[in-house]
């Protein structure tokens, strides 16, 4: 079993859908999640940082950690074309900056005008 | 959100050169750097950490004779691939954490290499 799963995708919404993204994991000691969107032959941007469970909003977009379940969720309201991409998760066991980052393998979003 | 900036975007040389690849981080310190490579529709895999002013530390199954980290500045982390041959051919990808984020770490745009 990897240490984090991805819903492979890849997932084609209407415009204007509520888009669910979830990553499973089964190191117990993870403590720190990341959501990443990339566009083709680009970097990967940080979009959510969160820690430990709970919930965190920014703008559009909702991430929800439930450590209970390993599970992580990243919602996206009212999907534009624009947010046509690779989304991956990312995540890890201590903070800091020499931290090294377990990831998914990323799922491709398709939005339909 | 911090920049992480690479240089050159993309790098097309002939097999047996040596090609380097720089990060840079923009506005802040780094004294870790990460290099990943990625390919075609496929996550990233950690290459190696490189840290300020000692040896990087290298992953499973990576050779570091080949790929040669230098990290000789607070700002500035490069990444030699030598004596490339057409396999190296893939995405680089850098990235660090500027302090207080608590390890959130932030990309550079990355480095496509092409070895004809």
């Known amino acids: 079993q990897k240490e984090v799963e991805q819903d492979p995708g890849p997932l084609s919404v209407p415009e204007g859908a509520i888009v669910s993204l979830n990553c499973t994991y089964s190191n117990s000691a993870f403590q720190y999640f990341m959501w990443y969107r990339q566009y083709s032959r680009k970097g990967p941007e940080l979009l959510m940082y969160?820690?430990?469970?709970g919930n965190k909003e920014d703008g559009r977009f909702t991430a929800q950690v439930d450590k209970s379940s390993k599970y992580i969720s990243l919602f996206i309201r009212d999907s534009q074309p624009s947010d046509s991409a690779t989304y991956l998760c990312a995540m890890s066991a201590v903070g800091g900056a020499n931290s090294k980052l377990t990831f998914g393998k990323g799922i491709t979003l398709s939005v339909r005008p | 959100g911090a920049v992480v900036s690479q240089h050159p975007s993309r790098v097309i040389c002939k097999s047996g050169t040596s090609v380097k690849i720089e990060c840079r981080s923009l506005d802040f310190q780094a004294t870790t750097m990460f290099w990943y490579r990625q390919f075609p529709k496929q996550s990233l895999m950690l290459m190696a950490t490189s840290n300020e002013g000692s040896k990087a530390t290298y992953e499973q199954g990576v050779e570091k004779d080949k790929f040669l980290i230098n990290h000789a500045s607070l700002t500035l982390s490069t990444l030699t691939v030598t004596s490339a041959h057409p396999e190296d051919s893939s995405f680089y990808i850098c990235?660090?954490?500027?302090?207080?984020?608590?390890?959130?770490?932030?990309f550079g745009p990355g480095t496509r290499l092409t070895v004809t």
């Open positions: 990235s660090a954490s500027p302090p207080g984020s608590g390890g959130a770490k932030y």
């Open positions: 969160t820690y430990s469970s």
